[in-house]
């Protein structure tokens, strides 16, 4: 009998006679719940070990896959990418929300990462600044193509990751710290002239684990704040972005599950 890993509370036996190698990773832990109960059949409860929902469930293909929560931030995604690899998990697609910072991408739309510029501390102890934080490229097509055949509004490009918040995405009028470091005014608009198109927190950390670790990753996030005009997040587009994000996230598992 399989040990059941720590932090995610379940290990391969756990998985059944024929354990998935998919895994869909949400940010929150609702999400999750939701995507194996509402968008996927037969969902089995694998743990819900420290707030780290974990199920099993089946695509409309017939083939199962994991629907599983990352918690916020890089250093939680690691923790729990390195346990599910050791599960047998060799593909992980991202489902998240992130903002936006080009005016051409709006809330409500997605955005799927080709690439991210990476400030993640996390990152760093799993590889040099250096190295390339790339998404597949056969899943980042995957993911393209599923939003082009729902018509859904997408963007595909290079994404910021960061470690925090506030500080970390140049928030200041919205935060209880209005000051920001020298390093960190401006940041914004210069990731604007790089053509980055948004920020969000965990992609690069994901991607550096998987040139590493040896799996494919994929990262499709919902566009719920416009950092063009403001800080906040548009409370009126979430819903729908997170939906969409699901939607090209389920299209795209089905072809490689």
């Keep these: 009998m399989s040990t059941s890993f720590y932090h995610i509370g379940f290990g391969l036996d756990d998985l059944g006679p024929e354990p998935p190698t998919l895994a869909l990773l949400s940010g929150d832990p609702n999400r999750a719940t ?7 059949t037969g969902a089995r409860v694998l743990s819900e070990n420290r707030g780290l929902n974990s199920y099993v ?6 083939r199962p896959i994991i629907s ?3 918690g916020m931030g890089a250093p939680s ?7 599910l690899i050791q599960v047998g998990v060799r593909t992980i697609i991202r489902i998240g929300t992130c903002g936006s910072i080009q005016a ?6 997605i955005v ?9 501390g996390a990152a760093n102890d799993i590889a040099p600044p250096e190295y390339p934080a790339v998404a597949d490229p056969f899943l980042t097509v995957a993911l393209a193509d599923a939003a082009r055949a729902l018509g859904i509004a997408h963007a595909v490009g290079i994404t910021a990751s960061v470690d925090t918040f506030y500080e970390g995405q140049e928030r200041s009028s919205s935060s209880a710290n209005p000051y920001l470091l020298r390093s960190l005014r401006g940041m914004t608009d210069e990731f604007r002239h790089l053509n980055v198109l948004n920020y969000e ?17 994929g990262c499709v996030c919902g566009v719920i704040a416009q950092r063009v005009t403001g800080e906040n997040v548009v409370m009126d587009a979430k819903g729908g972005a997170v939906e969409r994000a699901i939607e090209v996230a389920l299209a795209a598992a089905e072809k490689f599950a």
Excluded: D, H
């Excluded at 995604?77 to 346990?83: D, G, K, Q, R, Y």
């Excluded at 051409?104 to 739309?109: D, L, Q």
């Excluded at 927190?201 to 990753?217: H, I, N, P, Q, S």
């Design 77 to 83: 995604l690691s923790i729990v990418v390195n346990e």
């Design 57 to 62: 469930a089946l695509l409309p293909n017939g």
């Design 112 to 120: 799927i990462s080709s690439a991210a510029l990476c400030r993640q």
């Design 201 to 217: 927190m965990e992609a690069g950390t994901l991607f550096k684990m998987a040139g590493v670790y040896g799996f494919r990753a």
């Design 68 to 70: 599983a929560t990352s």
């Design 34 to 40: 939701m995507i194996a109960r509402e968008r996927l």
């Design 104 to 109: 051409s991408v709006a809330p409500g739309a």
